[in-house]
């Protein structure tokens, strides 16, 4: 069976196709081609090749020979994708089942039909030729989650993931493993837009520690008279564990389908409010649809830590609260100048602490670490239900 014909995109979504980083997300503005970018590489990444010299199998090093003296028909052939190896299991998840129906059934069936594949509506998944499988799922609430924690799957893919709060995503990873990583790579492949509930995490995870690149001067747009900047991923971040970790950024100007076929779509995007625009067209990770500070800027908003010292004779300093027990509780430390321009230069968040261990805390936290007593600060600011009593039990882990 002759597999459907696939040229991705330059760029982002050629990246995203070769990347081999465990964690690997690819994402940033709408319209980038993320869902057909995950049904493909799901399926048809080559897991087996050769190579060839008019039609002759070479080896590898002929092959590098052959192709260093200039020679023509040169050529790298597939032998085998991740579903042509029988025992191959995938799984794609979306929040709910219409998303799925919606954007990622009509992506998967013109790529896996062709390739022979048959849906099976009982346990909702592609079955290829070889016995290979690719399950879409929804994954709407904890029940749901629950299915898929603890499974066995070589691959796993989370189409915007920012539906998703952190630890369902971490405890879903541990159902990735493969008994031969020299066959196949396990993946956790993720794609998102900023914005909603993952929006924090991603850009903890990903966008911070693999800070996208500019790749070349702005360009500006005559079609749509708008200005954009180029991006490519950066290096990839290798934690303690040696687990790589990709953020791999794209735009709508990274999909010519879209620009040629649907120009109208860059437009509605460009005419969107000023934060989701930044958002959904720039694909700008430093604003967020629904904060407090919807004119945020890392570069005007943020200072370098080894800028900032604490003098008293300075600042004025105080000390904001959130109570929270099986939830977190929350304590900023600020600096105020005299000119009323405010730091936020350290931060306690905790949870399962009763009120009194919260008080006793804050209090040694800040005598440790900044040398502050509480006649330093001018005045500690809560919400109303921090001033009310509790009992010392709530929160209690033991």
Known sequence: MQKKTYKPHPGAQTDFLKETAFWTFYGGARGGGK???????MAFEPIKWHYEYNGRR?????????????????S?????YLVDYESYRGLIIRRTFPQLQRNLVPECDKLYKPYGAKWNTRNSCYEFPSGAKIYLVHCQDRKALDNYIG?????????????????????????????DTQLINPQILLTSNPGNVGHKWLKEKFVNKCKPIKNGPPIYSEEFD????????????VDEEGIEWKYIPATVFDNPSILENDPGYVRRLKNLNPTLRAMWLDGDWDVFAGMFFDMWDESKHVIPQENFRL???????????DYGTKN???????????????????????????????????????????????????DDIADPAYWTKHSEKEGRLY
């Open 328 to 378: 977190p509780f929350v304590c900023l430390f600020a600096a105020v100048d005299h000119e009323y321009n405010i730091i936020i230069f350290d931060e306690i968040v905790k949870t399962g602490l009763s009120a009194s261990q919260q008080a006793e805390y804050v209090m040694s936290y800040s005598l440790e670490k900044h040398k502050l007593r509480p006649s330093d600060f001018e």
């Open 226 to 237: 708008v200005w954009y900047q180029p991006k490519r991923s950066g290096p990839t971040y």
């Open 311 to 321: 003098d008293l004779n300075k600042y004025n300093v105080y000390r904001f609260y």
């Open 151 to 179: 499974g066995n799957y070589h691959r796993m893919a989370i189409d915007e993931v920012n539906q998703f709060p952190w630890n369902w995503v971490d405890q879903l990873s541990t159902s990735v493993r493969v008994a």
């Open 35 to 41: 869902s057909l970018g995950i049904a493909w590489k």
């Open 76 to 80: 790298i052939k597939v032998d085998q």
């Open 58 to 74: 070479v080896t590898k090093t002929d092959y590098n020979a052959l192709k260093s003296k200039g020679k023509k028909g040169l």
